[in-house]
């Protein structure tokens, strides 16, 4: 596509409920990255894929974070067991990758998420 | 760990300023520094890329600077216009990651 896609835009749940947001990269895109970013704070790191392989979990912030890459293209996080600390704007970003560290990093639209 | 900040945190000015928004990072091995556009309720809009080995970038009315040996960028808003009004951030790009000042929110007032 002609840029990164996510959905859904916005995401009610039940506390305690599993969600799954998913991220489309540019086509031929091999880095993909996941952020985070809480009411006023800053983009929080969450992980970051190459290829279908993820070398950096470090930002999963708990177990009930997963995140998978299928085909060297769509993402998806999924957070289990919801709960309200988790409410926050879900970004994904991705660049060309691999040797070419140095490209531009593309941004999503984000999934404004809200844990009721 | 590599640290990015950005000064002001926010910054109100009358239309036609020209403007200098700050952004400092703690380990100069980086591939290089992006500037970006956040809107209100939006996603990040890229403005301009500077490579490690290159000094400014420049787009129309923008002009971003790199000194790597400092650890600092500094993006250039000429003529500044109420549609500038947004909060820009910068971001280090390391091996795996890019990390993120926590921006500038800009208000041009007309």
């Known amino acids: 596509g002609a840029g990164v896609s996510q959905s859904p835009s916005n995401k009610v749940t039940e506390k305690g409920k599993d969600v799954e947001l998913r991220c489309d990269p540019i086509s031929g895109h091999t880095a993909l990255y996941w952020y985070r970013q809480s009411l006023g704070q800053g983009l929080e790191f969450l992980i970051y894929?190459?290829?279908?392989?993820?070398?950096?979990k470090s930002g999963l912030p708990s177990d009930r974070f997963s995140a998978e890459r299928t085909g060297g293209s769509v993402s998806t996080l999924t957070i289990q067991r919801t709960q309200q600390e988790d409410s926050a704007v879900y970004l994904c970003?991705?660049?060309?990758?691999?040797?070419?560290?140095?490209?531009?990093?593309?941004f999503g639209q984000g999934t404004r998420l809200t844990v009721v | 760990k590599q640290e990015v900040t950005q000064i002001p945190a926010a910054l109100s000015v009358p239309e036609g300023e020209n403007l200098v928004l700050n952004c400092s990072f703690t380990d100069s091995a980086i591939y290089n520094l992006q500037w970006f556009r956040q809107d209100p309720g939006k996603g990040l809009t890229s403005l301009l890329l500077i490579q490690s080995s290159q000094r400014e970038q420049t787009s129309g009315r923008l002009n971003a600077s790199l000194d790597k040996s400092s650890g600092r960028s500094t993006l250039y808003i000429a003529a500044s216009q109420p549609g500038d009004s947004a909060t820009y951030l910068c971001?280090?790009?390391?091996?795996?990651?890019?990390?993120f000042g926590t921006g500038t929110r800009l208000l041009v007032s007309p």
């Open positions: 970003a991705s660049s060309l990758g691999g040797a070419l560290k140095d490209t531009e990093a593309f």
């Open positions: 894929f190459q290829g279908n392989s993820a070398p950096d």
């Open positions: 971001a280090a790009r390391g091996f795996q990651k890019l990390v």
